[in-house]
């Protein structure tokens, strides 16, 4: 059974910006490349085995927060599992304040 994969705004953008300042600040396109595709077989792999992934103690309309890491980024989703979907709710790097980022996640 597989789930389908959604992605918020702030998650398109998250995703934008991250590779934007690799091109445009850091003048690298391979780390943008790399980062992208890299993103998406992460965000790929939540079709099959979401709850593989821990909790985080926060809800987004009533559904439990789970974080997802990968190389130096946290993916936050939700599971709907009537609607057998995953949503992405932010792509943020480590050492950014999630907790804070998170809650303003309407």
């Known amino acids: ?13 998250d995703v934008f910006q ?5 091109v445009n600040t850091l003048k690298n396109h391979k780390a943008a490349n790399d980062f992208l595709n890299r993103y998406y077989q992460m965000a790929e792999s939540l079709e099959t085995f ?3 992934y821990r909790g ?4 987004y309309k009533g559904y439990e927060i789970r974080l997802k ?3 130096s980024y946290h993916i936050f989703f939700i599971v709907n599992t009537n609607e057998m979907t995953v949503t992405i709710l932010r792509v943020l790097k480590d ?12």
């Open 18 to 22: 991250l590779a934007d300042y690799m």
């Open 95 to 106: 050492r950014q304040d999630w907790k804070t980022l998170l809650l303003r996640t309407d």
């Open 50 to 52: 979401p709850f593989g």
């Open 56 to 59: 985080i103690s926060f809800e």
């Open 69 to 71: 890491p990968y190389d």
């Open 1 to 13: 059974m597989k789930y389908r994969i959604l992605q918020t705004p702030d998650a398109e953008n």
